[in-house]
């Protein structure tokens, strides 16, 4: 029998569909690349570190941390946007991922199309917190403090557009109440200057203040997020105490570049909720206040389209400066 080239290509894809299978489903082959668009030690750096170790471990490749830190995680970003589709370039972000396209005139990618969700990890509840010197123990006495003098009160951030100023113009919004942002460099300042007195409130991640709680020497009236957080489970919800609306989530999850593989993106999202599900995992997630938090990959995309039109009426609200570049 005489083969046309017809048949010998046939042939010829036949032979090479089983070792394509082989290779897809050797993945990973090679070490991962997670580039987190914040400097190391930050909590979303913290967080991917202690995912990667477990997973890495589980996937029998090594997950490398590259910290590509500045303009508000969008260079980190844009380097996750132009990667190849193939796995071996991921990216662990928070929920500035959501903000960058309302505080940005002009980005270098599109927060939609040039990704894929994986699946959240962490829900990192902020918690509102006082100085017991200003002799207010519950969420609506500080409400009723503040509608007495409209005007009067501040909080801190720590920093313009972070997910502490977010939150808190988030509640403000909810709460109807006026009050001013002291923006600070970080979380450490604004600690010191409430717990001073110096500024009336904070929406402060759990880590940073457990200590002043546990102490005495701040009163947590409510935390920021739609659950109660593991680390505080007896402080109530902002919705709770009588706020509805009020709830913001700050999150940490895993992205791929757009048009990466089903398979691939599936199986990311099950090593991650296995990592999640280990004892050192656990232990960390509750030293920094963290709750694990996991989506199936449609899922989590409904959720980040969801989220980034709500912030485009949260950023204006807040008056967030537009960044030209």
Excluded: C
């Excluded at 500035?96 to 969700?117: G, M, N, Y």
């Excluded at 929406?203 to 593991?230: K, M």
């Excluded at 999150?251 to 599900?277: H, S």
């Amino acid at each position: 029998m005489t083969f046309t080239r017809r048949s010998a290509a046939i042939a010829t894809l036949a032979l090479a569909l089983p070792f394509a299978a082989a290779a897809q489903s050797a993945y990973p082959s090679k070490p991962i690349r997670v580039i987190v668009p914040f400097a190391a030690g930050s909590t979303t750096d913290i967080i991917a570190r202690a995912i990667a170790d477990k997973m890495g471990q589980s996937m029998g490749q090594t997950l490398v941390i590259d910290n590509k830190g500045g303009a508000s995680g969008t260079i980190g970003q844009a380097q996750v946007a132009s990667a190849a589709p193939d796995g071996y370039t991921i990216m662990i972000h928070s929920s500035s991922h959501t903000v960058s396209p309302h505080t940005f005139a002009k980005l270098p990618f599109d927060t939609i199309a040039d990704f894929t969700p994986v699946t959240p990890i962490s829900s990192t509840p902020n918690v509102l917190v006082i100085s017991p010197t200003k002799n207010i123990k519950t969420l609506r006495e500080l409400l009723t403090a503040a509608r007495a003098k409209p005007g009067s009160m501040n909080f801190a951030s720590a920093g313009q557009g972070s997910a502490t100023h977010l939150n808190a113009e988030k509640f403000k919004l909810a709460a109807k109440i006026d009050a001013q942002n002291i923006p600070f460099k970080g979380s450490a300042e604004a600690v010191t200057e409430v717990v001073a007195g110096r500024v009336d409130y904070y929406f402060s991640p759990i880590a940073p203040v457990i200590g002043q709680i546990r102490n005495g020497q701040l009163v947590p009236l409510a935390v920021g997020s739609p659950r109660r957080a593991a680390a505080l489970p007896d402080v109530p919800t902002t919705a709770e105490a009588g706020v509805p609306g009020s709830e913001f989530n700050f999150w940490i999850g895993m992205f791929a570049p757009a048009k990466t593989p089903k398979d691939i993106v599936d199986r990311l999202q099950a090593e991650v909720v296995k990592a999640l599900a280990t004892p050192e995992v656990k232990e960390r997630f509750l030293a920094l206040g963290a709750d694990a938090w996991t989506l199936r990959p449609e899922q989590f995309d409904a959720y980040v389209r969801e989220e980034i039109k709500s912030n485009a009426v949260l950023v204006k609200a807040a008056g967030l400066e537009v960044h030209k570049q």
